[in-house]
């Protein structure tokens, strides 16, 4: 499988310069551009960093050997994390990201809808946005390393304002601590998508037991890599099925817990079990998607688990507006749930104008928290 990365993301030998890269570790000198020197002539500086990327022109994230791939996953179990307090998770929980940008390069080809050719991926490879990126570097950064890859990703995705993102396996791993605190539970997730839960989850020390279902085929071939990998670092063994979970019939669980796909807000595949092919009005969404996967999760699980989602209003390109929250919790309750609890993931705000971080505002995506009748 490594194999088959490495040919997906262009990374030749020359590139490879340890078990943990970027491929830019060659031109890292050339890159100690400093603010100053911008300021100075900015139109040469953006010429001058642009081809300097166009010089190795992979796509501006870490990569990894096998075995660094190995050791990564051992190392993000160790590390610190913050836990649930006073009903949030604060930020900061960012380990593991690296990783499953890497395992899962079909999230980097991931649209929102209505904006086609607007991947992360498309984004570095078109030259007016990654020059746009590395003007975003040095206007909006302070410090050093401000054109480095790590910074010229996260401007990438400054670019036009839509990601397709992936769920923190920080923040998984501490959800689920904090709904199911018990020695080997049975975790559901009934939309496994890249890989953040299953990382975050099998890491714990409560040693769980993960089943996690996604009907995306390619993305179902990572996530089988990444537990093999799992399994070779630290010995736990998931269960993944290529299913939807309209279909899927779970059993004996502890915790249901995923963040499912939102009814057209991104494109994942072409397949006709996406919701996106599937469903044509968000109606049509919440009848043949939202209450039969309901069901099977309260068919399956157990007298005193936990049903948890995390959803949120949002629009799409064009600016229209989908409310799904209240909706989601009324399905829920009509299927046999009631509401107990929501868990505020606090999220960064976007840099720029009139969003300054000073004055406290606060934005956060809910985990809503459900128990049987």
Not at 124 to 150: M, Q, S, W
Not at 188 to 214: C, E, H
Not at 345 to 351: G, H, I, K, S
Request: hydrophobic content about 35%.
């Amino acid at each position: 499988m490594i194999k088959e990365l490495y040919n997906i993301w262009n990374i030749k030998e020359e590139h490879i310069s340890g078990d943990k890269f970027t491929g830019y570790e060659s031109v890292y000198d050339q890159l100690e551009i400093t603010k100053e020197d911008y300021e100075k002539d900015p139109e040469g500086i953006i010429d001058r960093v642009f081809t300097i990327y166009r010089s190795i022109n992979l796509v501006p994230i870490v990569y990894y050997t096998e075995q660094g791939l190995v050791t990564a996953i051992k190392e993000f179990g160790a590390k610190s994390y913050t836990g649930v307090r006073a009903g949030a998770i604060g930020l900061g929980n960012n380990a593991g990201q690296t990783i499953n940008r890497f395992l899962f390069p079909n999230m980097m080809t991931a649209e929102p809808k209505g904006r086609g050719s607007n991947s992360l991926k498309d984004r570095f490879y078109n030259d007016a946005k990654l020059r746009r990126a590395i003007r975003i570097c040095f206007e909006f950064r302070d410090g050093n390393n401000l054109v480095h890859p790590t910074a010229m990703r996260r401007a990438l995705e400054l670019v036009t304002g839509e990601n397709v993102t992936n769920f923190k396996a920080q923040n998984a791993k501490a959800i689920v601590e904090h709904l199911c605190p018990v020695l080997w539970g049975n975790i559901y997730d009934y939309s496994a998508g890249y890989g953040g839960r299953l990382l975050g989850i099998t890491s714990s020390n409560m040693r769980y037991n993960y089943v996690g279902i996604d009907p995306n085929t390619e993305t179902i071939k990572y996530l089988n890599y990444l537990q093999q990998l799992i399994e070779e670092s630290i010995g736990i063994t998931s269960e993944i099925f290529c299913s939807t979970s309209e279909e899927y019939e779970p059993e004996n669980i502890d915790l249901a817990f995923s963040s499912p796909p939102y009814f057209n807000l991104e494109k994942y595949s072409d397949e006709d079990t996406q919701c996106m092919v599937r469903y044509k009005t968000l109606d049509d969404w919440f009848d043949g998607y939202v209450a039969p996967t309901i069901k099977q999760i309260f068919n399956g699980l157990n007298r005193e688990g936990l049903f948890a989602t995390n959803i949120a209003d949002y629009k799409t390109y064009g600016n229209k507006e989908f409310k799904v929250v209240e909706t989601w919790k009324e399905v829920s309750e009509r299927i046999g749930f009631e509401h107990v609890g929501t868990i505020k993931m606090m999220l960064n705000t976007r840099p720029g104008v009139g969003n300054d971080k000073t004055q406290g505002r606060e934005k956060y995506e809910g985990v809503y928290v459900f128990r049987k009748k």
